[in-house]
């Protein structure tokens, strides 16, 4: 197993146990704090995570905009934006009760609902599709231009917990006999899809894997020049970010939050998201993760 893996699977299980015995060391001041999540009536706010793939700030530039729209279509009346350090902390403070709705990436989220009652409501469609891509890209002047060149090299992942920026690259590497721990010169984690995508252009490593959604928008903004990048290798579709939410705000909270997404139809919000629309999900539209997931080493069969 990727020793980064190992450490992750450690970290994350061990925090996930901790957050248990701390919810049952204080039981009768959760239940109280339950009865009062789950007076539906009751919910007045919402604290909304996101998984930090880029920098937070364009992260809550992006997104205040669907808070406010949020805040008119469920008359919740505030919905405060949180971006945590790591994928990983994310888990932990909804499974503490600090976050109560996460847009989760697809890994993250199907280690997360192996251990928190969460429940998929939505996820958005870019070409047409909900499914995502990954992404392995390298210079045009690096003299590589296939996987098996990559033998030898430097190589940059994402967040070890990232979907499109670790898990699928990932697998798709030891599909063609690659692996990354032991075939590559260098292996870093850079912790974001856009630090990749900016140190495989700066030529601080040789290639690396990103979210296929991101890129585009990296050249639109002028952050890479796209004639100076080659893609190597994109992945088959996957399901990813889906937006959850701890069950125990209720049926009614959650449906409002789903109906909310899938009845957003302002383009100029849409496009301000990165997307063409939204859809209802399910948690069954993850067992492919969840398949590449237990493959890797990162849960249990």
Known sequence: MNEAIKYFSIIFLSMLTLTACGKDASNSQDASAKQSVTNESAVTRLRVGFPPDENPKEIIRKNQPLMEYLKKETGIKEIDIVVPETYTAAVEEMGKGNLDVVYFGGLTYV????????????????????????????RVDSNI??????????????????????????????????DPNKDMKSLVYTGAHDKTALAVFNREVDAGAMNARLFPKMVARGQLDKSKLVILWKSDPFADYPWAARSNLGPEVIAKLRDAFVNL???????LLGVEGYESTSDKDFDNIRQAAQALGFMGD
């Open 111 to 138: 280690l997360a609902k192996s251990e928190l009652d969460i429940t998929p409501f939505a996820r958005g469609t870019a070409e047409g599709t909900p499914e995502n891509f990954s992404l392995i890209i390298a």
């Open 265 to 271: 139809k302002d383009p100029s919000l849409l496009s």
């Open 145 to 178: 231009s296939s996987l098996q060149d990559l033998k030898g090299k430097s190589f940059a992942f994402g967040d070890v917990a990232s979907t499109s920026g670790h898990l699928i690259p990932h697998k798709g590497l030891l599909n063609v006999n690659i």
